[in-house]
């Protein structure tokens, strides 16, 4: 039970990103929230306006480290025009199946 419990905990934070951290972020053209400031007006206000709503039960969480309150801020910011391309926003497990066909 233990074991799961650390399994549990060490998924959890592998797969959360800083939703909130405009460098993680572009638009859906692919320019760098970070880089135009007309960008990151907009993301700032389509921000404020995404905060409440995935702290909301209906939404997402009122726990702002969970992953329900993390998937409703990346979908809101989504539905603005903002897609999160950090490095851990869609963790994907890295398998390497190195030819397995060739053997």
Known sequence: ??????????????CIS???????YRSYSGIRVDTDP????RYDKAL??????AGSLRRGS??????????????CLYRRGFVDRG??????PEVHFEHFLDR
Do not use: Q, T
């Open 1 to 14: 039970m233990r074991l799961m419990a650390v399994v549990g905990v060490a998924l959890s934070l592998g």
């Open 18 to 24: 800083a939703a909130e951290s405009p460098s993680n």
């Open 38 to 41: 007309v960008l990151l007006a």
């Open 48 to 53: 404020r306006w995404c905060v409440p709503e």
């Open 62 to 75: 009122p726990d702002a480290h969970s992953l329900h309150y993390n998937a409703a801020l990346r979908s």
């Open 87 to 92: 490095v851990y926003a869609y963790p994907i």
